[in-house]
């Protein structure tokens, strides 16, 4: 009698269900270098969820959540704090609506979905606009973005007597009390100061008594380096 072979293959199994990117999906993004990234990968960045800034009630700009987090390492950090974060609100140091709406909006947007090749953020028409995108950029995490608006100023600091009007300028827009340009302002003030370089020295000594912590900055370098003299011509009378 003939053996049955009981056949033991298995019927074949239902194919698993297909993954397929939701493009409401949430992507916890990297923080990149958009220079270094190629058109596709950053026009990837314009898709998704999008988050609010503002400034405080304010909300002055929405843009997509992966092209913050891959170009601001602030936001990045912001909002890797989960998905239940939809909003970004500046705090302690309040910068400029239009600057950061040039930053986060035209620049960024135009990195992301039309430039072949990211250039850094562009230089305005003036002092004041170029300090306001800067201190936009410093305050978001965007620094390597705005070097060259950063180099050109502190160069022009401490080479050049700046008008009243800057001086407030560089005051105003700083991000911290030790901003490079501010202390490049004060270091070539105090200079010119000790040297009577000054054009107008009773004009200046007045403006600088409308403005305390000016006063006083400038006073602490010249102290201070009018020590460091004191202490060389000593130095050298010993030797």
Same mark, same amino acid.
């Given at each position: ?7 033991? #293959?298995?019927?074949? #199994? ?22 270094? /990234?190629?058109?596709? &990968?950053?026009? @990837? ?5 999008? !988050?609010?800034?503002?400034? @405080?009630? *304010?909300?002055? /700009? ?22 239940? !974060? ?18 986060? @909006?035209? +620049?960024?947007? &135009?990195?992301?979905? !039309?430039? *072949? ?10 002092? #004041?606009? =170029? ?9 978001? @995490? /965007? ?21 009243? *009007?800057?001086?407030?300028? !560089? ?19 105090? +200079? ?12 200046? *000594? ?19 380096? &009018?020590?460091?003299?004191? &202490? ?6 010993? =030797?």
């Amino acid at each position: 009698m003939a053996k049955h072979n009981k056949n033991t #293959s298995k019927a074949p #199994s239902a194919p698993l269900p297909t993954k397929t990117h939701d493009p409401k999906q949430v992507v916890f993004q990297k923080l990149d270098d958009l220079r270094l /990234m190629c058109p596709s &990968e950053r026009r @990837g960045l314009a898709n998704g969820p999008r !988050v609010g800034i503002y400034i @405080g009630d *304010e909300k002055i /700009m929405e843009l997509p959540r992966r092209a913050a987090m891959a170009a601001s390492a602030v936001l990045n950090t912001h909002l890797r704090k989960g998905m239940h !974060v939809t909003n970004f609100r500046f705090k302690n140091t309040i910068p400029d609506a239009n600057a950061v709406r040039f930053v986060l @909006g035209d +620049w960024l947007r &135009e990195s992301c979905t !039309v430039a *072949e090749e990211v250039d850094q953020i562009p230089s305005a028409d003036t002092f #004041s606009q =170029n300090l306001k995108r800067l201190q936009a950029a410093r305050l978001l @995490g /965007m620094d390597r973005y705005a070097t060259h608006i950063l180099i050109y100023h502190v160069d022009y600091l401490k080479t050049r007597l700046p008008t009243y *009007e800057e001086i407030l300028d !560089v005051i105003k827009f700083r991000t911290s009390n030790r901003d490079p340009l501010y202390t490049a302002m004060i270091n070539h003030l105090g +200079w010119l100061l000790r040297r009577k370089y000054i054009p107008d020295p009773e004009e200046f *000594e007045s403006f600088l008594q409308l403005h305390d912590e000016l006063r006083q900055s400038i006073s602490k370098n010249c102290a201070y380096f &009018e020590k460091r003299r004191q &202490e060389n011509v000593k130095s050298h009378k010993k =030797n």
